[in-house]
């Protein structure tokens, strides 16, 4: 069956890096989103079967977007971590490639939590 399962996630001082991982069962347009303690779940980055990539404002030249291929395996960089990257992170698939709508995607990992201290 569809599985994604995302891993990588922690508790890091401010200015940090963690890099999360997403197995994705094959899939290659797959997108992160986050969800902070209290908010709704947001967009991150999303990349397409060229490897085309999307970013939103927030993590632009901080995040970056990565695959293996051979392992189906999708990674997200995260670099320069701040408190309000704190949040459960999700990888989906599913969706519109590029899309960062998190209504058009239907399959989707248990999250990985990251906590950013200041």
């Known amino acids: 069956g569809v599985e994604l399962v995302e891993s990588g996630g922690g508790s890091i001082p401010a200015g940090g890096s963690l890099r999360l991982s997403c197995a994705t069962s094959?899939?290659?347009?797959v997108a992160w989103f986050r969800q902070p303690p209290g908010k709704e779940r947001e967009g991150v980055a999303a990349?397409?079967?060229?490897?085309?990539?999307e970013y939103a404002d927030s993590v632009k030249g901080r995040f970056t977007l990565s695959r293996d291929h051979a392992n189906n395996t999708h990674y997200l960089q995260m670099n320069s971590l701040q408190p309000e990257d704190t949040a459960m992170y999700y990888c989906?698939?599913?969706?519109?490639?590029?899309?960062?709508?998190?209504?058009?995607?239907?399959?989707w990992g248990q999250g990985t939590q990251v906590t950013v201290s200041s």
């Open positions: 989906a698939a599913g969706g519109q490639c590029l899309s960062l709508t998190s209504s058009e995607y239907n399959y």
């Open positions: 094959g899939f290659t347009c």
């Open positions: 990349v397409d079967f060229l490897g085309n990539t």
